[in-house]
């Protein structure tokens, strides 16, 4: 039937959902395992490297629990953040980033949709991407926060992906599949026009 239909629909976009969690820290699967997390590890090298050589760098995650967890590695690293997401007042908003400009802070971590629109971060030559979002639109556009009028300097733009996990098929689906690429990643209800055994696949092996 069709609610049967629906309720597998999204019993697999919740599946995966779980498995794109679990890419970025397994802490945010359970709270208590003894995994750690090979996406924070290399976020730690590279952070560490980055300044090193006195480099600034944007921080964007579509998890907010994930961004918590990274907070917890900056603080006991002593190393210097600002922080927004989508329940950061309009008006601290401008704080933190003027504060960003101004050198307060080594990295700016933004939560992917609170920080694609609105924000001149030149202050940073480096972007991190925590995870891959279904819609390189919407990475790109919270690259161009450091792309703004004033910047000077080139800016790169790490990618961080779990090798063979599911990550890895969402980068590979959307140049073959935008469509369902799209929804997934922004979790609109065109999810239900794909089917079952397409989100299936997605799941296999991963």
């Known amino acids: 039937t069709a609610g049967q239909k629906s309720g597998r629909h999204l019993q697999i976009l919740a599946e995966i959902m779980r498995l794109r969690r679990a890419c970025c820290n397994p ?7 003894k995994i750690s997390s090979s996406k924070l ?8 490297e980055l300044l090193e050589s006195h480099h600034k760098a944007l921080v964007f995650s579509q998890f907010t629990g994930h961004l918590a967890l990274i907070r917890e590695h900056l603080d006991r690293e002593k190393i210097s ?8 007042p309009a008006r601290e908003r401008i704080r933190r980033v003027d504060a960003f400009q101004a050198g307060e802070g080594d ?16 202050a940073a030559d480096y972007v991190i991407h925590m995870d891959p979002w279904w819609n390189p639109a919407v990475e790109d556009q919270a690259a161009d926060r450091a792309h703004r009028i004033g910047q000077t300097r080139p800016v790169t733009v790490y990618r961080l992906v779990t090798t063979d996990t599911i990550e890895e098929k969402i980068v590979k689906l959307h140049h073959e599949k935008r469509n369902l690429a799209n929804s997934l990643l922004e979790g609109t209800d065109s999810g239900a026009r794909v089917s079952a055994d397409e989100l299936l696949e997605l799941i ?3």
């Open 27 to 33: 802490k945010l699967i359970d709270e208590h395992t």
């Open 41 to 48: 590890r290399v976020f730690a090298e590279v952070v560490e």
């Open 81 to 88: 953040y600002q922080y927004l997401d989508g329940t950061t």
């Open 107 to 122: 990295l700016f971590l933004i939560s992917l949709k609170a920080g694609g629109l609105g924000l001149n971060l030149t």
């Open 204 to 206: 296999r092996a991963s």
